[in-house]
Nanobody
Framework: VQLVESGGGLVQPGGSLTLSCAASGGTLDSYAIGWFRQAAGKEREGFLCTKPSDALPHYGGTYYADSVKGRFTISRDNAKSTVTLQMNNLKPEDTGIYYC?????????????????????WGQGTRVTVSS
């Protein structure tokens, strides 16, 4: 599966952006999804993951890092093989390159930060800049 992110840009503090992660070459129903970001001079860090759409109800969950909890929301549109990241009340520290990732095996428990080696498929990234 190939992933392509879109929706990045420049936004003022307190503003909102919606990032999309579109898949081609397959659907995302059976994939765990992770969102990562990389600030300048820092390592890529996961801040969100969610279990596959077709996972059993009690299998896995959705994890939000404390830094984004209450401000970011992930959603899926399985018909379009797209995952959307709604980002509200953006802060300057949210600035960075945002990546979506997918993996067939990764288990998103809902209480652990996703790590880059755990995901096989990656998008190219989209830049988000929060600045006045």
């Amino acid at each position: 599966v190939q992933l392509v992110e879109s929706g990045g840009g420049l936004v003022q503090p307190g503003g909102s952006l919606t990032l999309s992660c579109a898949a081609s070459g397959g659907t995302l129903d059976s994939y765990a999804i992770g969102w990562f970001r990389q600030a300048a001079g820092k390592e890529r860090e996961g801040f969100l993951c969610t279990k596959p759409s077709d996972a059993l109800p009690h299998y896995g969950g959705t994890y939000y890092a404390d830094s984004v909890k209450g401000r970011f929301t992930i959603s899926r549109d399985n018909a379009k093989s797209t995952v959307t990241l709604q980002m509200n009340n953006l802060k300057p520290e949210d600035t960075g390159i945002y990546y979506c990732a997918a993996d067939l095996i990764y288990y998103c428990s809902g209480d652990q930060r996703p790590k880059t080696p755990e995901f096989e498929y990656w998008g190219q990234g989209t830049r988000v800049t929060v600045s006045s």
